[in-house]
């Protein structure tokens, strides 16, 4: 099966040229044109995160992603990723069910814990209950996507009854995936659903990965059921050369990693760090031609069915966006098939 090659973004606010700050408004009216270039260059997948904090514009992912699926054509549409703890499975479902409709069946969700928690208190739900939130809430959902009556019980949402949930998928099922940082559990959780896994890898050599990619294979195994897609998403930025890519993302990466570190106790981020995730870790900054082989190499040594790009890192320009993304799709994408040739 050929790779496919996708990308990711959180919706940044971003500047404009001049190094002003856009509004959060104007950030989606540009991720939406974002989406259009990569569906025109044949870009197979792309994704919208979902946050709740004044540096990430998209707080309603499904809404931006049926305003992208209404001016596209193929390219298929998903999260990075659906915060189901506090959210509402039903809800989740109906949406995606929705955009599926708008967008003749190229929509996916990936559903994930989130890497940041703000969802939690706007929505009412306890810390606390963490763990218990996903896992009750997946498994309803693991429900929602057969199609069928749902008759469901836990102990932190009101129970369904032989429920039939709207509208309904029109052909197959929703595609529905896991999204996973690095937990044993997590992996063992999207094997025992039998949902294919993306592995968020956004920090360090990207082989560090492949005893969860084992993990995930021997746990299917045991239950008897064929191997599933392994995707993978990774932060990265495309230029004519390597000296222009990594020059133009280091300040914006570096802003963004410092503010999310100040938050969670990293220290800042140096050059070298930076440097040194550019050329030995899971950060994809480059030419086409080097980018093209680190993603063929992290491909080929997890065994994934796709890569997924997160092409958006802090405040940088739009049109930088645009020339990375014009970049991926027309230098990296052929290269990489080809090395995986």
């Known amino acids: 099966m050929e790779l496919e090659l996708g990308l990711d973004t959180f919706g940044d606010v ?13 950030s989606i009216r540009n991720l939406v044109e974002e989406a259009v270039l990569a569906d025109t260059l044949g870009v197979d997948f792309f994704g ?29 549409l998903g999260t990075a990723v659906t915060v189901l703890s506090s959210d ?45 939130l996903f896992e009750e809430k997946l498994d309803l959902f693991a429900e929602l996507i057969k199609g069928e009556a749902v008759t469901w019980s836990g102990e932190l949402r009101a129970p369904l009854t032989n ?12 595609k529905t995936w896991i999204g996973v940082g690095g937990s044993p559990e997590s992996v063992i959780r999207a094997a025992r659903y039998q949902l294919p896994l993306v592995l968020a890898i956004i920090g360090g050599d990207p082989m560090r990965f492949a005893p969860y990619v084992e993990l995930y294979k021997n746990a299917l195994s045991q239950m008897n059921s064929a191997l599933l897609p392994i995707a993978a998403h990774s932060p990265g930025h495309i230029a004519k050369t390597d000296e222009q890519a990594l020059d133009e993302l280091y300040p914006h990466f570096k802003a963004n990693r410092d503010r999310i570190g100040r938050e969670r106790g990293w220290p800042p981020l140096t050059k070298d760090d930076y440097l040194r995730e550019a050329s030995q870790g ?58 995986l040739k």
């Not at 514009?57 to 699926?69: C, D, F, G, K, Q």
């Not at 940041?116 to 706007?122: A, D, G």
């Not at 429920?163 to 929703?174: A, C, D, H, N, S």
């Open 14 to 26: 971003t500047n404009d040229a001049d190094g002003h700050p856009l509004s959060q408004a104007q």
């Open 163 to 174: 429920q039939r949930v709207f509208p309904l998928i029109e052909q197959g099922k929703l």
């Open 48 to 76: 919208v995160g979902e946050h709740h904090r004044d540096d990430f514009a998209v707080s309603a992912p499904e809404v931006v992603l049926a305003a992208i699926a209404s001016r596209t054509k193929r390219i298929h």
């Open 88 to 132: 509402d499975p039903v809800r989740v479902f109906e949406r995606f069910s929705t955009l599926n409709a708008i967008s003749s069946g190229r929509a996916e969700v990936i559903l994930g814990r989130g890497s940041f928690t703000e969802s939690f208190p706007l929505f009412g739900f306890k810390l606390s209950d963490y763990e218990q």
């Open 282 to 339: 899971s950060l994809y900054v480059g030419s086409p031609e080097t980018v093209a082989t680190r993603i063929a190499n992290t491909a080929r040594g997890l065994g994934l069915s796709r890569f997924d790009l997160k092409y958006s890192n802090g405040a940088m320009p739009h049109e930088q966006l645009m020339s990375s993304i014009r970049l991926y799709g027309e230098e990296v994408i052929p290269t990489v098939r080809a090395l």
